[in-house]
């Protein structure tokens, strides 16, 4: 029997028998003579040997090619949605990639993706088609750039999926991304640092503890993970580890005297000054609501951790460090810090210009 498409196309087993073979029957099961098959799939005319002498194999191998649409392809079978998450994100810890970046994937895939396809009744991979990813991307509360992201994310997610063979092509390529009108990064301006500086006289929590985090974040630049994170040896003489370069290069920063001095009266005496080694999510949702109360008692609106990253690195430019000093520390590249702090370093060459100026002296 052919293996007929909704096309017309079919192939069709056969089998030629040895001249040693009693049997003539090009249909017979049950000898081992060779298997052939013939005719068109895909557009493709074949006429071939399989190499085959089992019927069962050889059927198997053919229905194989039938669902892939093109002889010599066997489609390989989907996995769940959950199972195809779970293989990605074992592939983000086998590439080493920073907790920062994992945490945002797990929280998409796992808390959000997975938790949606399970409301929705679709469990196999290959169910996430185009229209199912809009409804997804509907179901979002993020703002248009972090929608954005996520869709990066979620195409990231599903070209792996496409990579491994378990779909045939990645459809999040074809949903769009949000619009998003860019809006110039807003530091902490300098009587705001000092309002929340002073806010964490007032905090009611561990005082000690929450003035040190604020002042790690804002002269470290460190995210708010990775701040929580920051362990005793990072820390030496007056300088704070904060990352490892491409090149394998430590690069460090060093911190006013009263950073160093707040996070030893910040010390508890585990190796940590900000987290016990449990949940960081937890950790950072905590932190988060910390400093929340800490911006209250500052009356400081619109106050968020990575806001002490941004004033660390306006800071910088403001001082003089170029462009590629500031990615340095804070781990981006040049483009993203000139064009997240454009305005600031525009600022800065003319602070430049002007000191120039005044260099000239009569000379001028």
């Not at 195809?84 to 895939?109: P, V």
């Not at 796992?110 to 990813?133: A, H, M, P």
Request: some cysteine; aromatic content about 8%.
């Amino acid at each position: 029997m052919p293996f007929v498409l909704a096309s017309g196309m079919a192939l069709r087993l056969i089998r030629r028998h040895l001249k040693d073979c009693p049997h003539t029957s090009t249909r017979y099961r049950r000898c081992q003579c060779p298997i052939h098959v013939y005719g068109t799939l895909g557009g493709q005319t074949i006429r071939r040997a399989l190499d085959q002498t089992s019927w069962e194999a050889a059927t198997e191998l053919i229905l194989g090619w039938t669902a892939s649409g093109e002889i010599g392809v066997v489609k390989a079978e989907a996995p769940s949605v959950r199972d195809a998450i779970t293989k990605f994100l074992a592939d983000l810890d086998a590439r080493h990639l920073g907790w920062e970046a994992k945490r945002k994937y797990r929280h998409l895939l796992e808390d959000r993706l997975l938790s949606w396809c399970e409301s929705k009744g679709l469990s196999n991979l290959r169910q996430l088609t185009v229209d199912v990813l809009r409804q997804f991307r509907q179901s979002w509360k993020d703002s248009p750039l972090y929608a954005t992201k996520n869709l990066e994310r979620l195409r990231a997610f599903l070209r792996f999926c496409q990579q491994a063979g378990w779909i045939k092509q990645n459809p999040a390529t074809s949903v769009k991304p949000p619009k998003v009108t860019a809006s110039p990064t807003l530091p902490f301006s300098r009587d705001e640092m000092k309002r929340i500086i002073a806010a964490c006289d007032e905090y009611g929590g561990n005082k000690d503890r929450i003035r040190a985090f604020v002042l790690t974040m804002r002269f470290t630049g460190l995210r708010i993970g990775d701040a929580i994170r920051l362990s005793k040896s990072q820390v030496s003489n007056g300088t704070v580890f904060v990352r490892t370069a491409k090149t394998g290069q430590a690069v460090t920063v060093p911190v006013p005297p009263q950073v160093v001095q707040a996070l030893e009266k910040a010390d508890s005496g585990s190796e940590r000054y900000f987290w016990t080694g449990a949940n960081i999510r937890s950790a950072v949702s905590n932190w988060s609501r910390y400093l929340g109360r800490v911006f209250e008692l500052a009356d400081v609106k619109d106050g968020h951790s990575h806001r002490f990253r941004d004033t660390c690195a306006v800071e910088l430019l403001l001082a003089g460090a170029s462009v590629e000093d500031v990615a340095t520390i804070l781990g981006n590249t040049p483009q993203v810090v000139a064009k997240h702090y454009a305005p600031w370093v525009k600022e800065r060459q003319q602070r430049l210009e002007k000191l120039v100026r005044q260099s000239w002296g009569e000379e001028g």
